[in-house]
């Protein structure tokens, strides 16, 4: 099946910083990725969609100032947590489609401190 | 507003039982309804439903999906330890737009 890489998987830090997650389809081109946060002990809920060369689309109640979406290529869409603080601390994942099934990425597990 | 609902949310039982998870949708721009599970990080896919009393086997696992119910169910037979994760319906809404449910933990005790 189709690869989706997502980096980092684990990143720590400060609070009032930023930071990039990469999400990156490896063997195919995506026009569409999307965005999910997973709270602890909770199900996945879609943040918003990244769509190529375009604005992303943003789910009722994600700010977006603060999640910015860019999807500058067919292979890359990036999600910048803006000025993070502690309870954006969660599991964020990305998923391409390819021939209508879903790839997921790895997963990265922020945590503000 | 689009919702999944999953039941049980937690179930425990032994080794060798079978188990029946339960998702119930509903959703303005039904595409598919797909399985998926997780046990540390990302989800692995297990399932795609399209079509209505059509079932889907893999080995200990199957699935199908009523459309007049708006609901599937995913059973487990002669469950193992390696069965122990979350299970995770999600329904494809529009374009490739996966809605949630909130997952059954499922764990099998030895």
């Known amino acids: 099946g189709a690869v989706v890489s997502q980096h980092p998987s684990r990143v720590i830090c400060k609070s009032g910083t930023s930071v990039k997650i990469e999400c990156r389809s490896l063997?195919?081109?995506?026009?569409?990725m999307f965005w999910y946060r997973q709270f602890p002990k909770k199900s996945l809920m879609l943040m918003a969609t990244?769509?190529?060369?375009?604005?992303?689309?943003?789910e009722q109640g994600v700010e977006k100032d603060k999640f910015l979406i860019n999807h500058a290529s067919l292979t890359l869409s990036t999600l910048t947590v803006t000025s993070a603080h502690p309870e954006d601390s969660s599991f964020y994942i990305c998923?391409?489609?390819?021939?209508?099934?879903?790839?997921f990425g790895q997963g990265t597990r922020l945590t503000v401190v | 507003e689009d919702k999944v609902v999953q039941s049980p949310l937690s179930l425990v039982v032994h080794e060798g039982d079978t188990v029946t998870l339960n998702c119930s949708y509903e959703?303005?721009?039904?595409?598919?309804l797909l399985w998926y599970k997780q046990e540390k990080k990302a989800p692995t896919f297990l399932f795609m439903l399209?079509?209505?009393?059509i079932e889907k086997k893999s080995g200990r696992l199957s699935s199908i999906l009523d459309k007049k119910e708006l609901s599937s169910i995913l059973n487990i037979t002669a469950t193992q330890t390696g069965d122990s994760a979350i299970y995770l319906c999600?329904?494809?809404?529009?374009?490739?737009?996966?809605?949630f449910g909130q997952g059954t933990r499922l764990t099998i005790n030895p």
């Open positions: 998923s391409a489609s390819q021939d209508s099934e879903a790839f």
């Open positions: 063997d195919f081109q995506a026009t569409t």
């Open positions: 990244s769509n190529e060369g375009s604005k992303a689309t943003y």
């Open positions: 959703v303005t721009n039904f595409r598919s």
């Open positions: 399209t079509s209505s009393g």
């Open positions: 999600a329904v494809e809404e529009g374009a490739q737009k996966l809605v």
